[in-house]
């Protein structure tokens, strides 16, 4: 099967042009002068709209347990919701628990994921709990294509891991070449600020943004960093909200070390405000770590224009406010921690070149051609080349729409940003060479979507 994509502009990291794409099979066969003569067995007209490549969400959360309970969307809505945000490759976390083994965790994230995703998928692994055997798991690991495990500075007795446990566990990724990205806020000093704001009487939404103050943050940040620097592993910071650690992540890389970061939609677009909504409507917003203070929100674009930061990615963990967040009324602590985003984040972010905070190539570099070197995909992803996967989307920057929970196709009942207007919207989108959303809505299937064994990060030196 081969598909002409016709009249569009081709917007990769590294420039715009005019270009017709051919596509054949399951790969971009070549990119072509605008008109070039030539018969396909199926047209895609893009006149007026960006030829984009598919995007690439490096963080989700897809059927997860967590806070008692598990986030909503599994990992067929998911990714369905994704593909309708033109994402066509999501990276999920499989999540060790203490006790357990890193592979039979892997091996229980590789049965709820396949034959279930519309678009193609990897996975980063948690790592919850350090000894001998799932330090020597880590090789095997990396040799079955998952090369990135998250350690947590917070939630103490879940995932938490110490200081000598971070330790080790960059000595081995230092060893296997692979990476260690960091939930990073001091979860013992945080465990003590909630303790005393419940001990007195201070229970709504808002006081998890109170007790997990942005210093604590930094604070967290700038260890790991340290001890990545003592290792010599690679570090990424996941999910950076705060210019505490972002000034943190600046200072390391002006010295060349191997630290990155990544940021999410609801630190550029949503605050602090959000979780002081009235009654309990903040548990719409509690997220880890939480939404910031409205001035944090330039400083994260200040870090996407000069790299400090070069990844956005969404921390997709959705919990429905009727019958999940509910679960904290009357404690904080309990709400589950996580919001939606997978659908949103190419929309979120275009509004970054509509605004002027970033330049259309940085658009596309941030939401799919940097998460694909990062995390060893590129360049089969992040790419509109000769040779790539086809996972393209084409994109109409001039259209309109305003995000709801009533129109979006994420499982989960609110939507954090409900009645926004967005200028651009995703027009179609082809994963691996086939049409898996156009005018007509979804066409994709349930299963097409493959596994990613990815390579190491392409940004080491
Ligand atoms: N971020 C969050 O609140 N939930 C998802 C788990 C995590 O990424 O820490
Ligand atoms: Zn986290
Ligand atoms: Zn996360």
Redesign the pocket.
Known sequence: MSILIKGGTVVNATGAVRADVLVDGERIAALLAPGFPLEADRVVDATDKYVIPGGVDA?T?ME?P?GGTSSADTFETGTVAAAWGGTTTIID?AVQTKGTSLLAALDTWHQKAEGSCAVDYGFHMIVSDVNETSLKEMESCVAAGVNTF?M?M??PGV?YATDGEILRAMQKARETGSTIMM?AENGIAIDQLVAQALARGRTDPVEHGLTRPPELEGEATSRAIALAKVTGSPLYI??LSAAQALDAVAEARDTGQNVFAETCPQYLYLSLEDLARPGFEGAKY????PLRPKEHQSELWRGLRTNDLSVVST?H?PFCFKDQKELGRGDFAKIP???PGVEHRVDLLHQGVVKGEISLERWVEISSTTPARMFGLHPRKGVIAPGADADVVVYDPRATQVISAATHHMNVDYSAYEGMEITGKVDTVLSRGRVIVDGSGYRGSTGHGRFLSRELNQYLV
């Open positions: 963080h959360h997860m967590f976390f998250k947590f917070a939630y995932f939930h996941v999910h509690v997220a880890s770590p921390d963990c921690n996580g919001m």
